[in-house]
């Protein structure tokens, strides 16, 4: 039996090697919780942007008074939910539909989006809450503001983000 043999037979080479691979295993490990919770963090940024930006056009698109880019930012289903002045609506359509009537009147949207909160339900949902200061009165009614705490469900589709819930809450000052 040569040195070389003789050393790897013994049980301190062997207790050594040993603690140098768990501590390359620890090193290992920790390395890759610390990328997948920094990938993770990136990705909620990423979500968080993206569903701030999404809420920025659907609210664009309400001031244009636009029914065809609102309605292209809703979600196909007819589980599709709007509580407004006290009505369930349900369904693109239908969301669409009650807009409409709106925008003959007085509609102007003013979001608070230095309280924009996004949180992450799953990877392709989302659930924002903003306050909004609505400017609206119905066709040749006058206009009154009045702030809501807005909280909205997005699903992200094949074609992107789309809203699928709207509710409001009177409250804006949550505790």
């Known amino acids: 039996m040569n040195a070389l043999e003789h050393l790897s037979n013994t049980p301190t080479v062997w207790s050594s090697l040993t603690r140098v691979r768990l501590s390359m295993l620890r090193a290992a490990f920790v390395f890759l919780a610390m990328t997948a919770a920094v990938a993770e963090s990136a990705s909620a940024t990423s979500r968080d942007d993206e569903a701030r930006t999404f809420f920025v056009r659907f609210v664009a698109a309400q001031n244009a008074h636009d029914p065809t880019a ?6 196909e289903s007819p589980d599709m939910l709007w509580l407004t002045r006290g009505v369930e609506v349900r369904g693109k359509k239908a969301i669409t ?3 409409t009537d709106y925008y003959a009147g007085t509609w102007h949207l003013d979001p608070d ?3 924009f909160k ?4 799953t990877t392709d949902v989302v659930q ?10 119905l066709a040749g009614k006058p206009a009154q503001n009045n702030t809501f705490l807005i909280s ?3 699903i992200r589709s094949a074609d992107g ?4 819930a709207i509710l409001p809450i009177a409250n804006t000052q949550l505790k």
């Open 118 to 121: 996004s949180t992450a339900i």
């Open 70 to 75: 609102v309605a292209a930012l809703l979600w």
């Open 128 to 137: 924002i809450l903003v306050p909004i200061t609505f400017t609206r009165g």
């Open 152 to 154: 909205q469900i997005l």
């Open 97 to 99: 539909e009650t807009l």
């Open 113 to 115: 989006m230095s309280h």
């Open 161 to 164: 983000w789309r809203v699928a």
